[in-house]
């Protein structure tokens, strides 16, 4: 009979580390399809940003190329 408890305690122990370990994959999985969306998300947000950042930077060149040119244009005339 004590052998049969030993047994039994031993598969009761084997299940429960089983249990124990499969939750832990299971977190594993959590953690990387989370860390995969996050990672899919910042992507797109970066994209818009650098491409906002394109937009704001070409604006104000062509700004700045306006003002330069109008300034020499200033420049020839008054000599």
Do not use: P
Not at 16 to 45: H, P
Not at 47 to 59: D, I, M, P, R
């Amino acid at each position: 009979m004590s052998q049969n408890l030993k047994m039994w305690e031993l598969t009761q122990k084997f299940n429960n580390i089983r249990i124990a370990e499969g939750s832990q994959i299971t977190k594993g999985d959590g953690f990387c399809r989370n860390y995969c969306v996050l990672l899919k998300i910042s992507k797109k947000l970066l994209s818009k940003f650098f491409k906002v950042l394109g937009q704001v930077l070409n604006h104000f060149q062509e700004e700045d190329l306006e003002l330069i040119t109008s300034k020499l244009h200033h420049l020839k005339i008054s000599q």
